[in-house]
């Protein structure tokens, strides 16, 4: 394996041949402010859904108690997805630090673990369908709560996938191929990507917890 | 030396390479990362879409030539009044003027050579395509629900057929779409400026885009997220909104009008920098209060997220509310006022070009006018209790949505149209154009407050014929086909312009904006150095070229590229 440090030439000529910028730091700044603007945007996007799910649920004082439970699953999941977001914040250390060993075993290990959480999240799935109660017989909180479980956790799985897509491409790159500084920009929005998809899925799953 | 960026602007224009020739062939603007052909693409699927739309009106306004009805069935008549609400809010004010002309123009005006993300730049145009195909399909699917896909309309299975599903898909991924491209100009904005460009001399249609790429980043989630669930409640039927399962259909109205009337803004705002450039440009003076326009575009951003209650008086929220929302609403007048006033005083005094754009522009100041003056009657509850749904609703953001937003993307086209052609268009067909649309429209629309305020409900396939409502049906419908032949006679100059037109100087109208600093139309890389900012309004420094027939740069002004101070920032 090749070392992390920059190898490649400088990319600085930018997006294809025009030369958008001038740097790849210039790059890097705007691909910061990007991501930052894209998790307003996500943000707004999964608050606005809790707050339907909490307009309704504030709006109903008779909710039941016989809805399904929370799969266990559901609390693997969330172990496997905050220590994603550990590791590869451990991984920006390590690249700051300029330990190659350090970032290649963060990313694996934050694979492996975002593996664990999508293989979770989907076996939970199907434990949650196996509870669920005849449709056509089910009370409005019935199917509120079934279908706010499927929703809330489609919708974050939907963007785990999304992110998995960066962290396989740094993860390669790590792993497989040389290193240049625009590669560090992409570790580190990477991982600030994979906290924000960890801290979503907290208030998600406090959502699930107190308000289905 | 492809752009005339720091040199005289009395160059010759160029002749062969420019975005149009530089690369040939079908794959090379389908695949293109330029964003000037990104924005002609844009330009091109928003004005097939506004024929589309249009048809649809002119279906809906022949249909009420008559009190019985003249063409449709009362199911017919509501898909068309839907298809063209849809159509025309979703698939061309919203994308028109932020998408076609500010892709084209935003990088050009800061002297980029593209925007920040030309990949997403390009993906952002095809989710669009793939987001408008979705929403046509409808049409075959049935759709009846009105643009708003109100419920529990929208969840009916009778009435609303099988368009809903198709709608909703369209809506959302034009929605995504419109985000992707806001954060595109936000962070071009912020990252691309050129040494020089401060915030406050940049040109003001860059400050109405970028209010609106904030709207857009800010408040389309809540509407995607909002019909995503509407998806839901229709295949699965939840019970979130759905009345006979113990939902709440207001609750819909308040996420949907939360992202709908920040959309009015969307629309409107970058119109509003159109006509802040022109009237400007074409007045060949200083713009009047420049840092009181810039503020009253975000002014207005951040209005628009607190005034969505007012669509809603009467649903039956609280009192209170009522008051807080109308009291807001009429606070949204204050920063479209000073932009008016500030208008009117840059006129006052300059030298005012009497060309088809400025007809545009100051149609626009006069239509606004008429569209926001009309909307305190609707922000006030008592008025508005009495005028909800009727054709005074219709006419009003008519003349707020198409003689206002429309209006300044159609001005937009006009003073951008020799920059990305090359060709200027013949000018007196343009203004016999403007004058057989500014007829038609008033008629069109005038007449309809008349018809509101005496009572005719909007989104009636027929009317009693003693009412008293024919005859201005019939004028409207006459000044509608008036339109229609307008927009052909605008058609056709702008197509002659593309094959029989005077080439274009690189600044025929006297912009001192870059964009008026390279050729026309603008070479693929725009500029190869960095050019040099002056202030951006200051008109002075130039002089007309007989010889080119276009503004060039004043020989005894020192030229602020040629490594001396502007003399007249």
């Known amino acids: ?212 | 030396m492809t752009t005339m960026h720091t040199a005289p602007l009395d160059r010759p224009t160029l002749e062969g390479d420019n975005y149009l020739t530089h690369t040939r062939g079908f794959r090379s603007w389908i695949l293109t990362l330029d964003h000037k052909r990104i924005g002609i693409m844009y330009l091109i699927s928003v004005l097939t879409c506004f024929l589309l739309g249009g048809i649809f009106a002119l279906l809906v306004r022949t249909q009420l030539l008559v009190p019985d009805g003249l063409i449709m069935d009362q199911d017919q008549f509501n898909q068309a009044f839907t298809l063209h609400g849809g159509i025309m809010v979703f698939l061309v004010i919203i994308p028109g003027i932020p998408a076609a002309l500010g892709n084209f123009v935003l990088p050009i005006m800061l002297g980029a050579k593209d925007v920040a993300f030309p990949r997403l730049n390009l993906f952002s145009y095809w989710l669009w395509i793939v987001g408008a195909i979705f929403l046509v399909v409808s049409i075959f699917a049935g759709l009846d629900t009105g643009w708003t896909f109100y419920t529990p309309y929208s969840i009916d299975q009778n009435s609303a057929m099988g368009g809903v599903i198709p709608a909703v898909t369209g809506a959302f991924l034009l929605g995504f779409a419109s985000i992707f491209t806001g954060m595109n100009f936000i962070v071009t904005i912020h990252r691309l400026r050129p040494d020089g460009m401060t915030w406050f001399r940049m040109p003001l249609f860059l400050w109405s885009i970028y209010a609106t790429a904030v709207i857009q980043v800010l408040a389309t989630p809540v509407l995607g997220i909002t019909l995503a669930l509407l998806g839901i409640e229709r295949a699965f039927g939840i019970g979130i909104f759905n009345p006979a399962l113990g939902g709440d259909p207001v609750l819909f109205q308040h996420f949907f009008w939360f992202y709908s009337h920040p959309a009015v803004y969307i629309m409107i705002l970058p119109a509003m920098g159109i006509i802040s450039e022109v009237i400007a440009v074409h007045s060949h003076r200083h713009i009047f209060g420049y840092s009181f326009i810039a503020w009253s575009s975000i002014a207005i951003a951040i209005f628009s997220f607190l005034v969505w209650g007012h669509h809603m008086f009467t649903s039956g929220q609280s009192p209170l509310m009522n008051v807080v929302f109308s009291f807001i609403t009429f606070s949204v007048a204050i920063p479209s006022a000073v932009k008016v006033f500030n208008w009117l005083a840059t006129m006052y005094k300059g030298a005012i070009s009497w060309n088809t754009t400025m007809l545009y522009g100051m149609g626009f100041i006069f239509l606004f006018l008429i569209g926001g003056l009309t909307g305190l009657y609707l922000g006030t509850l008592a008025t508005d209790i009495f005028l909800h749904d009727t054709y005074f609703v219709v006419a009003h953001f008519h003349y707020t949505m198409m003689g206002s937003a429309l209006i300044g993307f159609i001005c937009g086209m006009h003073h951008w149209w020799p920059k990305m052609t090359g060709k200027m268009f013949n000018e007196t067909a343009g203004r016999i154009g403007f004058v057989l649309f500014f007829v038609g429209y008033n008629l069109t629309f005038f007449t309809q407050f008349m018809l509101g305020s005496h009572g005719m409900p909007r989104r009636y396939a027929t009317y009693p014929a003693d009412a008293g409502w024919q005859t201005y049906h019939v004028i409207s419908t006459i000044g509608s086909y008036l339109m229609a032949i307008s927009f052909f006679v605008m058609a056709a100059y702008f197509l002659a312009s593309c094959f029989g037109g005077r080439r274009a100087a690189a600044n025929p109208w006297g912009g001192r904006s870059l964009e008026w600093q390279c050729s026309s139309p603008p070479p693929f890389d725009n500029f190869s150095e960095q050019p040099a900012v002056g202030d951006c309004y200051d008109f002075s420094v130039l002089r007309w070229d007989e010889a080119t027939r276009g503004y060039v740069w004043r020989e005894d002004v020192p030229h602020p590229g040629h490594g001396e101070e502007e003399a007249h920032v």
């Open chain 1, 1 to 212: 394996m090749e070392p992390l440090a920059s190898t490649e030439p400088s990319e600085g000529s930018g997006e294809g041949a025009r030369g958008v910028y001038a740097r790849d730091e210039d790059r890097v700044k705007a691909g910061s402010m990007g991501l930052l603007l894209l998790l307003i945007t996500l943000g707004m996007l999964f608050g606005a859904l809790v707050l339907v799910i909490l307009a309704v649920r504030i709006g109903d004082e008779a909710w039941p108690s016989d809805l399904p439970h929370l799969p266990w699953q559901v609390w693997v999941s969330t172990v496997a997805l905050v220590g994603t977001s550990i590791v590869l914040a451990e991984a920006v250390a390590a690249q700051r630090r300029g330990s190659d060993t350090g970032v290649r075993l963060g990313l694996v290990m934050a694979g492996a673990l975002a593996a664990i959480f999508t293989g979770m999240q989907a076996w939970a799935w199907y434990d949650w369908h196996a509870q669920m109660p005849s449709w056509e017989s089910a009370t409005q909180q019935h199917r509120i709560g079934v279908m706010g479980f499927w929703v809330l956790t489609s919708l974050h799985v939907a963007h785990v996938l999304g992110g998995l897509v960066p962290l396989a491409m740094v993860g390669w790159y790590a792993v497989f191929r040389s290193w240049s500084a625009s590669r560090d920009g992409l570790l580190r929005h990477t991982a600030t990507y994979w906290h924000f998809l960890d801290a979503v899925w907290v208030v998600l799953l406090l959502t699930m917890v107190f308000a289905l």
